[in-house]
């Protein structure tokens, strides 16, 4: 859960309490490069591919996907990189009223995306909902040619007919669980109040 929703969520302005570490920074490299391997194959290489990380649990995913994507296909100096956007969906969600509506972080995408493989990236997948608003957001910028998920953790517990393309680790969970993934790893736990 990144920190933006952590601050948000009830109890407001609860603490991260971590019960057990499911993936160190070596497992989350790893998954990484296996993911980038899958969306190389699955596109049949980088050809109109753009990247869009979700704020904000997502968008250091995107980044390491892209590196590890561009370390494999193995691009030069100076050869333009794919393209990689940040979105928020946070205007987008179906729960307004039901849950504060999170401040608004940076929407950047770099390129239009008519006739282009998006590949959305985020951290965990639970409901499906943020997916939801992802894609609401994605048309007002352009029609891409077709939509990719990876997540770097599935929890279940879907609410919404969506399922990732690419996934880093599929880990069930109860639903007063929260899973926490940084770049060093993932962390299952609960929030409690400070």
Aim: aromatic fraction near 4%.
């Amino acid at each position: 859960m990144a920190e933006r929703e952590r601050r948000m969520t009830r109890p407001f302005g609860g603490v991260f309490v971590a019960k057990s570490q499911v993936m160190d920074a070596e497992d989350i490299r790893r998954a990484v490069r296996r993911m980038a391997h899958e969306i190389l194959e699955r596109n049949h290489g980088t050809e109109d591919l753009v990247i869009v990380g979700l704020q904000t649990g997502g968008v250091q995913i995107a980044h390491a996907l892209a590196a590890s994507i561009e370390d494999i296909e193995e691009f030069g100096e100076g050869e333009p990189g794919i393209p990689i956007g940040t979105l928020d969906v946070a205007l987008y969600r179906d729960d307004i009223g039901i849950r504060p509506v999170l401040p608004e972080e940076v929407t950047d995408i770099p390129v239009d995306l008519d006739s282009k493989a998006v590949v959305l990236v985020d951290d965990v997948l639970y409901t499906g909902r943020t997916i939801r608003a992802a894609l609401d957001a994605l048309i007002d910028f352009g029609r891409p040619r077709m939509v990719q998920l990876a997540v770097m953790v599935d929890r279940g517990h879907r609410e919404l007919p969506i399922r990732p393309d690419f996934v880093g680790k599929n880990l069930p969970t109860r639903r007063d669980e929260l899973v926490d993934v940084t770049m060093s790893g993932v962390e299952l736990g609960e929030l409690q109040k400070p």
